[in-house]
């Protein structure tokens, strides 16, 4: 079975930062890209970044300079770290598995982690 | 950056009707498109991708259909269990966006 399990969120202060972690198992973690995908809350979705199974890495223009996304394949372990935080990073953060098709890995999202929430207040 | 825009806000029906939501991109997007549901407190789950295609495990009830800039997710005969927020998504041009949401509500 699929599972993602999220940790690391919390309060920080503005300007503060946080690392957040999804630890996967029950698939070959090191061929997949893995997401980070955000929900404020009462709002809608927003990809925050993608880390591909050769460490090609993307990330929001929200987030860019600010956000460093890592994997380690040994761990089965997707990481975000997440520096100069402002109040508007404030969300659920969900980490989320690339679907394959056919054996190409496409952006749409087909297993999630539940979750973590980080609140950026002062 | 693409532009998903979902309507109705909300859509209030009752168990047994057919529920008929709609996405239009601010340009085409070819067929790369995904539709999600969320329930209070759970993370999305990937319904139809690539306009039409059910994920593993979903219901025939749902369908998707559409290509270009309008997308349209269809549930045929809603069960207690569909009431939820739906997204659509798209994955043809970076970044990938998503829609603002339907509310699926019962009447």
């Known amino acids: 079975e699929v599972q993602l399990v999220e940790s690391g969120g919390g309060l920080v202060k503005p300007g503060g930062s946080l690392r957040l972690s999804c630890e996967d198992s029950?698939?070959?973690?090191?061929?997949?890209?893995m997401n980070w995908v955000r929900q404020a809350p009462g709002k809608g979705l927003e990809w925050v970044s993608s880390?591909?199974?050769?460490?090609?890495?993307y990330y929001a223009d929200s987030v860019k300079g600010r956000f460093t996304i890592s994997r380690d394949n040994a761990k089965n372990s997707l990481y975000l770290q997440m520096n100069s935080l402002r109040a508007e990073d404030t969300a659920v953060y969900y980490c989320?598995?690339?679907?394959?098709?056919?054996?190409?890995?496409?952006?749409?999202?087909?297993?999630w982690g539940q979750g973590t929430l980080v609140t950026v207040s002062s | 950056e693409i532009v998903l825009t979902q309507s109705p806000a909300t859509l209030s029906l009752s168990p047994g009707e057919r529920a008929t939501l709609s996405c239009r991109a601010s340009?085409?997007?070819?067929?790369?498109l995904a539709w999600y549901q969320q329930k209070p407190g759970q993370a999305p789950r990937l319904l139809i991708y690539?306009?039409?295609n059910r994920a593993t495990g979903i219901p025939a009830r749902f369908s998707g259909s559409g290509s270009g800039t309008d997308f349209t997710l269809t549930i045929s005969s809603l069960e207690p269990e569909d009431f939820a927020v739906y997204y659509c998504?798209?994955?043809?041009?970076?970044?990938?966006?998503f829609g603002g949401g339907t509310r699926v509500e019962i009447k």
């Open positions: 989320a598995r690339n679907l394959v098709l056919q054996g190409v890995s496409v952006y749409f999202f087909d297993f």
């Open positions: 029950g698939f070959s973690f090191s061929d997949y890209t």
């Open positions: 880390i591909t199974n050769y460490d090609y890495i």
């Open positions: 340009q085409s997007v070819s067929d790369y």
């Open positions: 690539d306009a039409s």
């Open positions: 998504q798209h994955r043809s041009h970076w970044p990938p966006t």
